[in-house]
């Protein structure tokens, strides 16, 4: 029997204390001291990072600015997957060492997420010392060592049985291959002898936990496809191999006590979430599981690894007596010509000259605004462009016009509304200051970041036309003729329309941290009142005016 770094068991009995649903999640955590853990995945480090990394790693950071802003504790962790025969046959191509070899890459990855912002705790790389000795599994009879055989996928580090893949034609060569049907990537008929996961012993167990967490995977289409292979009656649960002979795989964690296997590569890379958290803990009782940030709160990872997050960590979790992950977000693609970006087929969108062109906040907001969760998206640099317009256009411009010295010739924030107050034609816009913080926040934290974003535009969109209609420029102009009731309505104008800024600035800073911070500074909003609770239409704010400094363009025609 072997045991890979021994877990004590941690007690339960069901998965309902572990419950999300459509409630505005915010309900669910009101525990504030309790951190809450956003993780990415691990990248792998057989090449340089893309779009589709940092649309991961954006994702994952706007959470984790999103559950600050609303006053959480937040651990956040990306990284690097270091391990396994993909990465040892990358560098004996590159003719280096394997540790220099991800060395190398694992720094253009940290470069890129620095580069963009993402706000991590920690940049875990599975080479790390302290990952080594957070190896787990239990010694319950789950593990077991035995010969194991079947079609094996470097690329995706993973076996898989007949029923999953398919004979084609080659068209480079013209010989016939077989391939996964899931990923599409070249397989090879494997035998070898290794230690093997019993994965059918906690099927039950996995069924449960799903069925009382309706909403742990997102989006449902994911949920039920994970599902159905649990449930299905003609799809028994393979057990999952765990260790690689090192006759094959030297590039590896050895297991302990058996030097001749190291430790599967996504056992490896799929631990690194427990290590974040601080396991193994001083002591593994409820109390020490309670105040340490597992569960995770979100996993956010590619639809491709799906399978390996949704099933295979948490039954390890579960075999273990620890509970899974409370959400798992899978998201689709990037397309580049309906095709999935690749180095091969040299379609990769380089996130560097991307940023470097539209400015890292605006290629933040793309990301989140139009990535795609269930379905694929065909990126566009028109795409990119269409969102920085948006942004100049609704927000950017709105803040200059109610700034703009023929209509503001104090250059100031009015105390409040004009004596008259709200009349019909602040209406809805007051409708929307009102509602928009909560119509957000569901979206948001329910996985639709594009609609959440959508809620904050529609607002600044409904401003512009307000604006618009209440003509202040004329009203400015009666004003300096000594007409109070255009002067009222002047006021009036400037004060709703200073106060979408305000608003929509604070709902938009988990997205574009910088330029939000630039207008927050500019309005002179306190530190302490950029928080979630003050995300809302307030009728005044103070008792003298707030003078503007200038405010150069945030989004630049290019």
């Not at 649990?230 to 058996?258: C, E, F, M, Q, Y």
């Not at 579960?318 to 693609?333: D, V």
Request: glycine share 6%; proline share 4%.
């Amino acid at each position: 029997m072997i045991v890979l770094r021994r877990i004590s068991t941690v007690k339960f009995t069901s998965f309902t204390a572990f419950r999300s649903d459509s409630r505005l999640l915010s309900d669910i955590s009101a525990d504030k001291s309790k951190p809450l853990q956003i993780t990415s995945p691990v990248f792998y480090v057989n090449a340089v990072p893309h779009i589709g990394h940092l649309y991961s790693a954006v994702i994952a950071d706007t959470l984790k600015r999103w559950y600050e802003f609303k006053g959480h504790t937040t651990i956040y962790s990306t990284g690097t997957d270091e391990h396994g025969l993909k990465i040892q046959e990358a560098a004996k191509k590159a003719n280096a060492d394997p540790k220099d070899f991800c060395d190398k890459i694992s720094e253009k990855f940290k470069i890129l997420f620095d580069s963009a912002n993402i706000s991590y705790t920690r940049f875990i790389r599975t080479t790390d010392s302290d990952h080594y000795l957070a190896k787990t599994l239990v010694e319950k009879g789950f593990i077991y060592k035995g010969n194991h055989e079947g079609w094996y996928s470097i690329s995706d580090e993973t076996f898989y049985p007949a029923t999953q893949v398919e004979s084609q034609v080659d068209q480079k060569t013209g010989k016939t291959i077989v391939i996964s049907k899931e990923s599409g990537k070249v397989v090879e008929w494997t035998a070898e002898e290794n230690y093997k996961f019993k994965l059918e012993l906690v099927r039950e167990k996995l069924i449960q936990w799903l069925q009382e967490n309706p909403e742990a995977i997102i989006p449902k289409a994911q949920y039920n496809n994970i599902m159905n292979s649990l449930t299905s009656t003609d799809n028994a649960l393979s057990d999952i191999s765990v260790s690689r002979p090192t006759t094959r795989l030297k590039w590896g964690i050895p297991v302990p006590g058996d030097p001749s296997h190291v430790i599967y590569v996504w056992l490896d890379a799929l631990t690194n979430y427990l290590t974040v958290a601080g396991y193994p803990w001083p002591s593994n009782d409820d109390n020490t599981l309670a105040a340490s940030s597992w569960p995770a709160r979100w996993h956010i990872v590619g639809k491709d690894i799906i399978k390996f997050h949704a099933i295979y960590w948490p039954a390890f979790l579960i075999a273990a007596g620890l509970p899974p992950p409370t959400q798992i977000l899978s998201h689709a693609h990037w397309l580049q010509n309906k095709s999935k970006m690749s180095k091969s087929l040299g379609n990769v969108t380089d996130p560097h000259q991307l940023i470097k062109q539209f400015g890292v906040d605006p290629v933040r907001y793309f990301l989140i605004r139009d990535g795609g969760i269930e379905h694929d998206v065909d990126f566009s640099e028109e795409m990119v462009l269409k969102r920085y317009r948006e942004l100049g256009n609704q927000l950017g411009n709105l803040a200059l016009r109610c700034s703009g010295a023929k209509v503001n010739a104090k250059q100031s924030i009015p105390i409040g509304l004009g004596a008259s107050g709200i009349s019909g034609d602040e209406e809805i816009l007051v409708k929307m200051l009102n509602s928009v913080r909560d119509e957000a926040t569901l979206r948001i934290e329910s996985g639709q970041f594009g609609r959440g974003l959508e809620s904050v535009i529609n607002v600044l969109s409904e401003a512009n036309r307000y604006w618009d209609h209440q003509k202040p420029w004329i009203l400015a102009s009666k004003s300096l003729n000594g007409d109070l009731q255009a002067r009222e309505k002047l006021q009036t104008a400037l004060y709703m329309c200073f106060e979408t800024v305000r608003v929509s600035s604070l709902l938009l800073q988990p997205v574009m941290p910088n330029k939000m911070g630039i207008l927050l500074d500019w309005m002179k909003v306190k530190i302490a009142d950029r928080i979630w609770d003050k995300a809302v239409f307030n009728t005044s704010h103070r008792v003298s005016a707030v003078g503007l400094n200038k405010l150069e363009a945030l989004f630049p025609k290019l």
